[in-house]
């Protein structure tokens, strides 16, 4: 498997038989959807989802198809059966690529804003992107998509949450909030200089730069 950061939460992971893009948002043009067969949408803000986006490549791409939980399911009727409704502990597969649901909710932002829902992708028991939210996978993992900077979200949890969730390597997404040097400061806290996260290697990656996942 191959992962290819975009723009804000949005990655590309191919594997043997196609290629799958996750949470194309606003920070990301449309271009990033070319040539992929499937769409995983967490939750249904902005900067993880535009609806026009998705309309467009459904319509320029008949056979891509769409997997998210169903509030944002809801926003996209009329697409049809292009568009599968998804939740916690479902499971699927994408031309070979197994791929399972994990988690229910947006993280807290505030008691007085309503929690939305968001759902977590897990790929090939691989790579595990939770959305908006600090979802442990069920199983270690090689990658897991970590958010750095967002309204509800504090540095400290994010050193638990890798203390949690243990995966080999940790791969810097939802960074677009953060400026240049606050990313810096996060991965100072993430990386060995930190308080100390279980070994587990801290990555970031440009806009359209690969990796491999084990």
């Not at 249904?44 to 008949?62: I, L, S």
Request: aromatic share 6%; with cysteine; glycine share 12%.
């Amino acid at each position: 498997m191959r992962l290819t950061k975009f723009g804000h939460a949005c990655v590309r992971i191919e594997h043997a038989q196609g290629a799958v893009l996750i949470d194309p948002g606003m920070f990301s043009g449309p271009e990033v959807v070319a040539g992929v067969n499937a769409l995983l949408i967490t939750h249904e803000h902005a900067d993880h989802f535009t609806e026009g986006q998705v309309r467009a490549a459904v319509e320029a791409n008949p056979g891509l198809r769409v997997y998210t939980n169903s509030s944002v399911a809801r926003q996209l009727e009329g697409i049809g059966t292009k568009v599968t409704a998804v939740g916690d502990g479902d499971a699927f597969d994408l031309d070979g690529l197994p791929v399972t649901v994990h988690g229910e909710w947006h993280a807290e932002i505030h008691p007085d804003i309503p929690r939305i829902p968001n759902v977590g992708f897990l790929l090939g028991a691989r790579a595990f992107h939770p959305g908006d939210a600090l979802t442990v996978p069920p199983d270690t993992v090689d990658t897991l998509l970590l958010p750095l900077g967002a309204p509800w979200l504090r540095a400290g949890e994010l050193v638990d949450y890798l203390r949690d969730a243990r995966p080999r390597q940790a791969v810097a997404i939802h960074e677009a909030t953060l400026s240049e040097a606050g990313q810096a400061i996060h991965g100072r806290l993430l990386g060995p200089q930190g308080p100390g996260t279980g070994g587990v290697e801290y990555r970031t990656l440009a806009a359209g730069e690969s990796l491999e996942i084990a």
